[in-house]
């Protein structure tokens, strides 16, 4: 029978610390869109939309993370500290090989980057100074990812904290000096904003290897596991990881679809969905730290065998998602006149703004739901491939494609294509609802390994 009380000491330890790192995490990128908004509206297009080859890469990296913590979830419940150790060493080389190709791109092709995303050659020039900076960034971000969310995984989370928090802190300095030329620094506009960005992420890393170094008795990271990966793990987790690197990819490219149709209907909507990106995250910070507790708990119940408690876990945690989506709205509802008011950067915006902040209030629960059970709950099954499939479907088959349509051939209005674009959550509930009810997705994925 479920200790009730002892179960939600176990979500509120593990949910918090990851609610306060959702909650650095997006106070990090918002940090670059309070501050460039406050520059100029080409500098926040710029930024925004340069930020989505970042964007792409890190949802990327989380997606080889993520893959990782199928297995690692589960050979925690089993105790299995070296199989751990060898799945983390996997996953960092393969996210670094992947961070070299991100970096060659943005640095050496930043305009066919930045024309992926917008036509206007103000935008594109301010964007390609952004990616000349940030682009080395993507190399740092590969191994400390990895690192961070299999630390969660086996109920390390302080460690993500510390790192997320620190980076924050100088993030938000190094803008205010940089982006406005504060205390006799050079003004530099994005350029400054990228800065920011590199250094916050390579202190992030100096964090992860000094944390690394002081625990390798625990699960750490191995030159000898990397140098040589485990022949049977790495089959496991091509298994398990591919159909989930694949499902953050095409998530990633399918917003990146998004954005890019937004910047060709002009600046003012590309800033309104900026500043409605960050408001959606802010109010997901809890739904996305649950979704994140119910991959490590359930995992660890089912690498246990327990698959009732694994069951009952999923439940509840789905439920408790539901309900911090709700107080989002309700907080959302509160804040909308502040934020319009404080970010609106002229009657354009106001009146694009309004309008997308409208759609967050069914656009949150909705998505409080799939971020638990796909993120969470499926993968802690070894269910990949059913998650990219209702993640991928509904986005490239639904929204993208029906927003492109509309703006491209019929010429619709902005809005009416910004709903489009947000139309991918109600196309999968019915879908992922169906396969939770099907109990198809616990499947214990362990070995045993000599």
Request: aromatic share 14%.
């Amino acid at each position: 029978m479920l200790d009730k009380t002892s179960f939600r000491k176990s979500v509120l330890t593990f949910l918090l610390p990851i609610a306060i790192q959702n909650l650095i995490n997006v106070a990090i990128s918002s940090t670059d869109v309070i501050m460039l908004g406050r520059y100029s509206e080409v500098a926040l297009s710029a930024s925004s939309l340069a930020g989505q080859i970042q964007f792409i890469l890190i949802l990327l990296f989380f997606g080889i993370a993520s893959g990782a913590t199928v297995l690692t979830a589960q050979y925690w419940g089993k105790k299995d500290i070296k199989s751990i150790e060898k799945v983390l060493a996997i996953g960092i080389k393969i996210a670094f090989f992947v961070s070299i190709g991100f970096f060659i791109f943005a640095f050496f092709f930043s305009r066919t980057a930045m024309r992926l995303f917008s036509n206007d050659e103000v935008i594109i020039l301010e964007g390609i100074k952004y990616l000349k900076i940030v682009s080395f960034s993507y190399l740092t971000t590969s191994i400390s990812i990895v690192y961070l969310v299999t630390m969660r995984s086996v109920e390390r989370v302080g460690v993500s904290t510390v790192a997320y928090a620190t980076s924050f802190i100088s993030n938000l300095i190094i803008n205010y000096l940089l982006i406005f030329g504060n205390f006799g620094f050079p003004e530099m506009g994005v350029e400054g904003a990228a800065i920011g960005t590199l250094v916050a992420r390579i202190i992030e890393l100096g964090i992860v290897f000094y944390y690394n170094s002081k625990n390798h008795h625990f699960v750490s990271i191995k030159w000898k596991y990397i140098k040589h990966l485990d022949p049977i793990l790495k089959k496991d987790f091509i298994k398990y990881s591919a159909p989930t690197m694949m499902n953050e990819l095409l998530w990633a490219g399918g917003t990146a679809a998004g954005i890019a149709i937004l910047g060709r209907l002009g600046t003012s909507i590309v800033a309104a969905n900026s500043i409605t990106s960050v408001v959606r995250q802010l109010a997901m910070v809890f739904a996305f730290g649950l979704a994140n507790t119910a991959a490590v708990m359930v995992g660890k119940e089912i690498g246990k065998k327990d698959f009732h408690t694994a069951e009952i876990y999923a439940k509840k945690l789905l439920f408790y998602s539901f309900l911090s989506s709700l107080a989002g709205v309700a907080l959302l509802y509160i804040a909308k006149p502040f934020i319009i008011r404080k970010f609106a950067l002229n009657a354009e915006v106001e009146d694009f703004l309004n309008h997308t902040l409208n759609i967050l209030f069914y656009y949150i629960p909705l998505q409080s739901i799939s971020a638990v059970l796909i993120v969470g709950v499926f993968r802690a099954g070894g269910d990949t491939k059913f998650a990219l499939i209702s993640d991928a479907i509904p986005l490239w088959c639904g929204s993208v494609l029906l927003s492109a349509i509309a703006a491209f051939y019929f010429g619709l209005s902005t809005k009416l294509v910004y709903i489009l674009i947000m139309s991918d959550e109600i196309i999968k509930l019915p879908l992922i609802i169906w396969r939770y009810r099907s109990r198809k997705w616990i499947n214990n994925i362990t070995r045993e390994l000599k």
